[in-house]
C-alpha cells in the first residue's frame, strides 16, 4: 500500500494547484501550504460518488458535517464542542474576517503576534481595522505570546487578538499555561481571542497541543476558533471551515451573515464530514510522515546547510528558517529561487521580523525535500544551479 507521501515529482507535476502552477517546471515549490499527498481514501470516495450523482449544487444541510467535527475534535482532544456551537463557512480566511467585521469599528486595532502567516495582516486591514503588532519572543526556539505586550496593547484599547495556534511560519504549539493567561487578561478586558487552530489537526505527537476553547472558562467567555480540515487532509480548494463559539462569545455566531453558509462549497463540505468522520488513521500517517520529514530538513541543515538555524516544528508542515548567516539579504528566499530552483516563502512578507528568513514547506516526499536543500546548499556554496539541474530526481 503506498503511503500518503508516495508520489512520484511527475505525477505532482500534472497537479494544476497554486503550489504546482506558479513556477517554472525547473523550479521545486515549496511555499504553498499545501501538501503533496494522495487523497485520503474515504475523502476520495465521496467525492467520487458525489462526481458520480453529478451532485454539484449548493452545499446541503450543515448539521453532518459540523456534528463530524464536533466528534472529531472530543476524539482528538477531548474536546465536548457542541455542533449547536460550531458554523461552516468558506474558508478560515472568510470565517476570520466575517467575525472580524462582527467585532470591530473601521479604525480598531487587532493584535496580530509577527512574525506570522502574512494574510493576518490583509485581512484585518480588508475589515478596516487595523493590525497592533505584538511581535512572539524567542522565536529562535519556536515563539511565545508576548502577554505583557499583549496586556499593553488590551490596557491600550485593543479589543481582539488574532491568536494563530499552532503558529505559522515557526509551527510552535503554544503552551496551555500562556494560553490561559491569554484568556485572563481577555477577560479582564472585556476582549475577544479568535484562535486560528487550522494547523491543530497536524499537531505532532507530545507537542500538548490543547485547543483554545478546552483551557477553562475564561476562554470559554472570549474565545471563537477556527478550524478545519483544509490543510489537515488537504482540501483547501474544496471551500468549507468551522467557526466555534465559546459559551461567551454566542453572539458572535448569531451576528455571522447568512451568506457565509451559502458560500461553502458542495464538495468541501462533503469532504470534511468524510474527513473527520472516517479519516483519522490516515492522518496519523500523514502526521508520522511530517515528523520523519521534520527530523529529515533538520538533518539535512546540519549536514549541507550548517549556517542555516531551524525551530523544530511541534506542529504541521512548514519552517522557519533563520538564513541571516548566510549573508544572503532580507529575503533569502528570493535568492534560493534565483539560484537554486527552489521556491520558498519570502520572510519579510510575514513582518518585520521575517528579514533573512524563509518559510519551507515539508508536506512533500522526503526525496523532493532532500534535492531542495541540497540545491539550496549548491546555490549557497557558489556552484550555479542555472540551469537548475537534477529536477526530475526527486520522487
Ligand atoms: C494559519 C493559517 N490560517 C489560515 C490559512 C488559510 O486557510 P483557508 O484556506 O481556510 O482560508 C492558512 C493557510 O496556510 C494558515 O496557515
Known amino acids: 500500500m503506498p503511503g500518503p507521501f508516495d508520489i512520484p515529482l511527475a505525477a505532482l507535476r500534472q497537479r494544476t494547484s497554486a503550489k504546482w502552477t506558479t513556477y517554472g517546471v525547473d523550479v521545486l515549490p515549496l511555499p504553498v501550504a499545501e501538501m503533496d499527498v494522495r487523497l485520503a481514501?474515504?475523502?476520495a470516495r465521496v467525492l467520487h460518488e458525489a462526481v458520480d450523482r453529478s451532485d454539484t449544487g449548493y452545499a446541503g444541510d450543515p448539521g453532518p458535517v459540523r456534528r463530524a467535527f464536533a466528534a472529531f475534535a472530543d476524539r482528538r482532544w477531548g474536546?465536548?464542542?457542541s455542533a449547536e456551537d460550531v458554523r461552516t463557512c468558506p474558508d478560515v480566511a472568510a470565517g476570520v474576517m466575517a467575525v472580524l467585521r462582527v467585532l470591530t469599528r473601521p479604525g480598531d486595532g487587532v493584535v496580530v503576534m509577527p512574525p506570522v502567516y502574512p494574510p493576518f495582516f490583509a485581512w484585518v486591514r480588508t475589515?478596516?481595522?487595523?493590525?497592533?503588532?505584538?511581535?512572539?519572543?524567542?522565536?529562535?526556539?519556536?515563539?511565545?505570546?508576548?502577554?505583557?505586550?499583549?496586556?499593553r496593547a488590551l490596557a491600550a484599547g485593543t479589543r481582539v487578538v488574532l491568536l494563530c495556534h499552532p503558529h505559522n511560519p515557526t509551527g510552535a504549539v503554544h503552551p496551555a499555561a500562556d494560553l490561559v493567561e491569554l484568556a485572563a487578561l481577555a477577560d479582564r478586558f472585556g476582549a475577544t481571542v479568535l484562535s486560528d487552530e487550522i494547523h491543530a489537526p497536524l499537531a505532532h505527537p507530545g507537542s500538548g497541543f490543547r485547543p483554545f476553547l478546552t483551557l477553562g472558562a475564561a476562554a470559554e467567555r472570549t474565545g471563537v476558533a477556527f478550524g478545519s480540515a483544509?490543510?489537515?487532509?488537504?482540501?483547501?480548494?474544496?471551500?468549507?471551515a468551522l467557526?466555534?463559539?465559546?459559551?461567551?462569545?454566542?453572539?458572535?455566531?448569531?451576528?455571522?451573515?447568512?451568506e457565509l453558509g451559502w458560500a461553502v462549497g458542495q464538495f468541501g463540505q462533503l469532504?470534511?464530514?468524510?474527513?473527520?468522520?472516517?479519516?483519522?488513521?490516515?492522518?496519523?500517517?500523514?502526521?508520522?510522515?511530517?515528523?520523519?520529514?521534520?527530523?529529515?530538513?533538520?538533518?539535512l541543515l546540519l549536514r549541507h546547510l550548517p549556517g542555516v538555524r531551524s525551530p523544530r516544528p511541534a506542529a504541521g508542515y512548514l519552517a522557519w528558517l533563520d538564513c541571516r548567516a548566510l549573508g544572503l539579504g532580507d529575503d533569502p528566499a528570493q535568492v534560493f529561487l534565483d539560484r537554486a530552483g527552489v521556491a520558498l516563502h519570502h520572510g519579510p512578507d510575514f513582518g518585520a521580523q521575517g528579514a533573512g528568513w524563509a518559510r519551507i514547506n515539508v508536506g512533500c516526499p522526503p526525496d523532493l525535500l532532500t534535492e531542495a536543500v541540497r540545491r539550496m546548499a549548491a546555490a549557497v556554496a557558489g556552484r550555479s544551479l542555472t540551469p537548475p539541474v537534477g529536477v526530475d530526481h526527486a520522487g
Open 41 to 43: 481514501d474515504p475523502v
Open 243 to 258: 467557526v466555534t463559539a465559546g459559551s461567551g462569545r454566542r453572539d458572535v455566531l448569531e451576528a455571522l451573515p447568512p
Open 127 to 151: 475589515v478596516g481595522a487595523t493590525p497592533v503588532e505584538v511581535p512572539l519572543t524567542g522565536v529562535d526556539g519556536g515563539g511565545r505570546i508576548d502577554l505583557a505586550g499583549v496586556e
Open 271 to 299: 469532504a470534511a464530514r468524510a474527513a473527520f468522520d472516517e479519516g483519522e488513521a490516515w492522518l496519523d500517517e500523514v502526521v508520522a510522515g511530517l515528523v520523519r520529514n521534520a527530523d529529515l530538513l533538520g538533518e
Open 79 to 81: 474536546w465536548p464542542v
Open 230 to 240: 483544509s490543510k489537515a487532509w488537504n482540501l483547501a480548494g474544496l471551500k468549507c
